[in-house]
């Protein structure tokens, strides 16, 4: 059974950063990309950032380029998400997802993404 946990939001104010981890079982971590989105109630779900199952391609969301930071290390079976210069606009709840490819640009669709996690919150306060 594969899991995807997340874990490292918090309540944080305008410019503070926060670091996101996506712990994955049961799964070869190593062989797919791994992919964060954010959700606000009442909003669509949006794509953020990709890493690729090596880490040799990136992709980020127009509106994080230069603030947020995707990362993995394959032998903890864990990817990141670097949050820097936090806006209010950015709170949401942040979620890790996974599937059955070794890169995940953003057009990818999100019925292509087999595995989700449970999502984490981070509030941003100016």
């Known amino acids: 059974q594969v899991q995807l946990v997340e874990s490292g939001g918090g309540s944080v104010q305008t410019g503070d950063s926060l670091t996101l981890s996506c712990v994955v079982s049961?799964?070869?971590?190593?062989?797919?990309?791994v992919s964060w989105f954010r959700q606000v109630p009442g909003k669509e779900r949006e794509f953020v950032a990709s890493?690729?199952?090596?880490?040799?391609?990136?992709y980020y969301a127009d509106f994080v380029k230069g603030r947020f930071a995707v990362s993995r290390e394959n032998a903890k079976n864990t990817a990141y998400l670097r949050l820097n210069s936090l806006k209010p606009e950015d709170t949401a709840t942040y979620f890790c997802?996974?599937?059955?490819?070794?890169?995940?640009?953003?057009?990818?669709?999100?019925?292509?993404?087999?595995?989700w996690g449970q999502g984490t919150q981070v509030t941003v306060s100016s």
């Open positions: 997802a996974s599937g059955r490819f070794t890169i995940a640009p953003m057009s990818l669709p999100e019925q292509k993404y087999d595995y």
């Open positions: 049961g799964h070869t971590f190593n062989a797919y990309a």
């Open positions: 890493i690729s199952y090596g880490g040799g391609s990136i």
